[in-house]
């Protein structure tokens, strides 16, 4: 305890999860060269902790990135709000140009459904949807993302020039970390328990915005292990993943929280179930106003990419909540 006071850190005391708080002092100044080392050294442990404190704060602190839109195009039969939609050629097309013309920077094509209780898809049926999709798309000016946890898949669309893996399953295919290095891409790890098909049964959490903290730490930390460019990662807490609607709620309302983390954020809180609490028994393409409501909280909070199904309202909300939240912060600087 003491060297971390001398370091400028005080100890608050522990937190429902076991872990600690800390309160820091402006004159926080770990070493770096005291940080490497057998942790449990005390001198080591304490500038350890000072370090990722320090950065923590950093990120904290620093300018709200503006968000970019990801617009999704469900290329299954089975997605909880636009199953089927887009697998007519002409709605494929028309959405993808309203998505432009809203100043869309990424689309987001999935041939898998992951809404909870979905099944696994062969990814030779994912790549069958994917690819003649992708060829559709190649003369809009946008980035393609593509929502797949199959390293196979992944492959297969990045030779066909997609620009980012947004993996829910955060490299559980143990081939998919390779892929993605190979080729240089983005990637998105999300905060997920468990698999889709049985995530309800995983919403047991001691501490809640600890634990899904410390899950995308250590999600960074496996993607960087295999060569992933830290640059090239995005983080996403997973609203609605393993998540009541309540703890989806709280998540939402204190998403600020993850840029400590470091990393660029993406927010997909969707016409998802959760929205049920604020707005009622209402069915999912009814639920754009909440969707904008979430999609705003988000951007004032630090999220830097939304993927919204449409652009419309939400993403004149999301644009008018991170215009006045930067003003604000700018102000406070």
Not at 106 to 114: F, I, K, N, R
């Amino acid at each position: 305890m003491e060297i971390l006071r001398e370091l400028g850190l005080l100890v608050n005391g522990p937190l429902p999860d076991g872990s600690w708080s800390y309160f820091p002092s402006p004159a926080l100044a770990p070493d770096p060269a005291l940080a490497a080392g057998d942790v449990e050294d005390p001198s080591v442990r304490a500038n350890w902790i000072g370090l990722r404190v320090a950065a923590g704060m950093d990120a904290l602190s620093a300018p709200l990135a503006k968000p970019q839109l990801m617009v999704v195009l469900n290329l299954t039969e089975d997605s909880f709000s636009d199953g089927g939609k887009h697998l007519d050629s002409a709605q494929l097309l028309s959405t993808a140009q309203k998505a432009c013309e809203a100043g869309a920077t990424w689309l987001d094509l999935g041939a898998e459904s992951t809404r909870p209780g979905a099944k696994a898809v062969p990814a030779t049926q994912q790549i069958e949807r994917l690819l003649p999709a992708m060829d559709l798309l190649r003369g809009f000016d946008v980035q393609l993302s593509v929502d797949t946890r199959s390293a196979a898949v992944a492959e297969a669309v990045l030779l066909a020039g997609a620009h980012m893996m947004n993996d829910v399953s955060s490299l559980e295919d143990p081939a998919m970390g390779g892929v993605v290095a190979h080729h240089g891409c983005d990637l998105v790890l999300m905060h997920m328990k468990g698999t889709p098909a049985d995530m309800r049964q995983h919403c047991d959490y001691s501490f809640l915005l600890g634990e899904v903290l410390d899950g995308l730490a250590r999600r960074a930390a496996k993607a960087i292990r295999a060569e992933i460019a830290p640059e090239k990662l995005v983080l996403d807490p997973g609203i609605g993943f393993a998540k009541t609607a309540e703890q989806s709620l709280e998540l939402l309302g204190r998403f600020d929280s993850f840029r400590a983390l470091g990393f660029p954020l993406l927010s997909g809180p969707s016409r998802k179930s959760f929205l049920s609490i604020p707005l009622g028994d209402v069915s999912p393409e009814n639920r754009e106003g909440g969707t904008a409501g979430a999609a705003a909280v988000s951007a004032a909070k630090g999220a830097s990419i939304l993927r919204l199904h449409d652009a419309g309202d939400p993403w004149d909300a999301t644009q008018t909540a991170w215009a006045c939240a930067t003003h604000a912060q700018g102000v406070a600087q």
